[in-house]
């Protein structure tokens, strides 16, 4: 069993940071503590510096007990940076971004990977497309309505027409961030310049993420050090480490096991661009390392993830012979024979059906599942697997054969399968 965990975890494009996070995981533990039938203690959240938050979790069950080390590699200044910018500026680089993508057959390429991924993305752009359109549409009324119908002058109406413009695109921003439309649009340009190799403010959080994970394997004080990314931190864990193994080429051959979780990845769609190469070449290091377990997780009922998809292939890397990951873990599951049928389990089987028809059009709450608890018992958990006593390997091996480990009272009866 496993008593002492690492964790590294790299969140998506999201400014909530440290303080944000903690407190999801404390809602989350205290739900999954009644699910499975244990305790949980939780420490203060520390921040350790600009790059670095931490904070503590002891699990205990009957015969069991676990201590995790939650390390949060924190980028939201970045995120916060990047947003920040002057509008006009961000709304520039989003149509360069989509008219570069549609020129270079990205687009065409996420569909074919992912109609529903390649949907979202549309509907985001066009979102974009449409805010711009009818601010401009608006000035452009008011321009010939005051020179045409009220004889102004040409000049006048057109600074009156640019001023409507501007006033209708400011009221309606706080719709256009509301709708995610521009946080996305402004995480993408900036994800093709990381693609291809370029300078961006990503290198800190991976250099950060290469060191820490560097320092917990040589530290050999836990089990197994786990390496979570989710959504847009899932194209940085890659290069966390591709650049570790530049730091310490032994890393995982000796001291505790690496794992590398990748939760709804948008790394593919990083990937099919012709000119990420920076993105292909990590990806292909990690698949043919034998000292790193890389876990792929995909569920069908993510719009914003690439499911049921080769995540090297796919993205036209050949690993060749050596290939030896990633895992891909497809969260629909089977719970076995039933009337000479099998049922299928998804992410609303983890559910109730209450909670789960009020978040199946929010693309972003279904997109979060993968970091919270569940609703009942499944193989699938996030709690469970960054502090539950069990190896992530060995949940995403066996799936429902460890969920049925697991007694009604918490107690975990991993000692009667070794025996057998």
């Not at 290198?203 to 197994?224: S, W």
Request: with cysteine.
């Amino acid at each position: 069993m496993i008593t002492r965990r690492r964790l590294i975890y790299v969140h998506g494009y999201d400014p909530m940071g440290p303080s944000g996070y903690y407190g999801l995981f404390g809602s989350q533990i205290r739900k999954a503590t009644s699910v499975w039938g244990m305790t949980a203690d939780v420490g203060p959240l520390t921040l350790e510096s600009r790059d670095i938050a931490s904070w503590t979790v002891t699990c205990r069950g009957p015969n069991w007990q676990v201590s995790t080390q939650y390390d949060f590699i924190r980028w939201e200044n970045i995120i916060s940076k990047y947003t920040g910018q002057p509008i006009v500026r961000q709304i520039l680089r989003a149509m360069a971004w989509m008219v570069d993508d549609l020129l270079t057959g990205t687009t065409a390429r996420t569909f074919r990977a992912s109609w529903k991924f390649g949907v979202h993305h549309l509907v985001l752009q066009l979102l974009m497309v449409g805010w711009v359109a009818i601010s401009l549409a608006a000035g452009i009324f008011i321009e010939w309505a005051l020179r045409r119908g009220l004889d102004w002058h040409p000049v006048v109406a057109l600074v009156a027409g640019a001023i409507q413009s501007i006033v209708v695109l400011v009221a309606l921003r706080p719709l256009a961030e509301r709708w995610f439309v521009i946080r996305i649009n402004n995480h993408w340009p900036f994800l093709r310049e990381f693609g291809r190799g370029e300078a961006t403010d990503f290198d800190r959080p991976i250099e950060v993420g290469a060191q820490r994970l560097k320092q917990a394997a040589a530290a050999n004080d836990a089990d197994e050090i786990v390496l979570v990314g989710h959504s847009g931190g899932a194209p940085l864990v890659p290069c966390i480490v591709k650049r570790a193994l530049e730091l310490d080429p032994e890393l995982g051959r000796r001291g505790p096991r690496v794992v590398v979780m990748t939760l709804g990845s948008i790394t593919p769609c990083v990937a099919f661009h012709p000119s990420a190469h920076r993105m292909r070449e990590a990806v292909k290091r990690i698949a043919v390392e034998p000292s790193i377990a890389w876990i792929e997780c995909q569920s069908h009922m993510d719009a914003m993830n690439f499911w049921n998809f080769d995540p090297v292939t796919g993205i036209g890397v050949d690993a060749g012979a050596q290939r030896c990951n990633p895992l891909v873990w497809k969260v629909r599951f089977y719970d076995g024979p039933s009337h000479g049928s099998y049922r299928k389990l998804r992410f609303r089987d983890m559910l109730s059906h209450d909670f789960f028809m009020l978040i199946r059009l929010s693309f972003f709450r279904v997109h979060f599942r993968y970091i919270m608890a569940n609703d009942g018992r499944s193989p699938y958990d996030y709690v469970m697997l960054v502090c539950g006593p069990v190896p992530v390997e060995d949940w995403a091996k066996r799936k429902r054969g460890v969920n049925a480990e697991f007694a009604i009272d918490g107690t975990y009866r991993a000692t009667r399968r070794v025996a057998a």
